[in-house]
């Protein structure tokens, strides 16, 4: 389904994906994305859809602003913009080539989207529905976590009781306790993954 429809209504009632799409003339990116979405068991999720989609945004300003970004180059480029375990030296040295081709950084990070954007502009402005299997994943994806939080429970217990019997560590009565937990970035608040998944997502709304 197009966007036609709502783009009548006028650009203050369009979703943020759709202005940018239309705002640095990406032709079908919609299209594209609904694709990657709705692609079956070699669908993307909506995380990589928007980092693709950011990545997109930024090589076209770059190329816009008169850059020649070679292969690779925007997309870490936008990793050192938008990931926490980059350091603030780093960060502010790709900052600063962005100023070199007359970029505005925070301009640059402002236009990034979130994934509940694209789901948002996905499922509310194309109409779009993920594979019917997917209201099946969230028991497999909570049982898998479950498995593997068993696993290296044991493994650590082992481990422990392997140290102590060699003299070279000291304990008590001790229980090994291993839990997956989620970070919102958008709002800062912290889940067990069992959680956020029992819960339907953060809710916090979009970036």
Not at 42 to 68: H, M, W
Not at 74 to 80: E, H, K, V
Not at 181 to 200: D, P, S
Request: hydrophobic share 30%; proline share 3%.
């Amino acid at each position: 389904m197009s966007d036609s429809g709502n783009d009548a209504a006028g650009t203050s009632r369009r979703s943020k994906v759709q202005r940018l799409i239309d705002q640095y003339e990406l032709g079908d990116y919609g299209a594209q994305l609904e694709r990657a979405w709705t692609a079956g068991e070699d669908r993307r999720s909506l995380r990589q859809l928007a980092d693709e989609f950011n990545v997109r945004i930024l090589a076209t300003k770059l190329v816009d602003a008169g850059a020649e970004p070679l292969e690779g180059e925007a997309t870490n480029m936008y990793r050192l913009l938008t990931e926490d375990d980059v350091s603030s030296g780093v960060r502010r040295q790709t900052e600063a080539r962005l100023e070199q081709h007359g970029l505005d950084p925070a301009t640059v990070r402002e236009e990034f989207v979130s994934h509940t954007s694209i789901h948002t502009y996905l499922t509310k402005w194309r109409d779009a529905s993920p594979p019917t299997d997917d209201a099946d994943r969230g028991p497999t994806v909570r049982d898998r976590i479950n498995r593997l939080e068993t696993r290296l429970t044991a493994v650590a217990e082992q481990g422990i009781d392997s140290l102590e019997n060699a003299g070279e560590v000291r304990v008590g009565d001790m229980d090994v306790i291993v839990e997956t937990r989620a970070h919102c970035r958008g709002c800062g608040r912290r889940y067990r993954v069992g959680e956020l998944l029992e819960r339907g997502g953060c809710h916090c709304g979009p970036a």
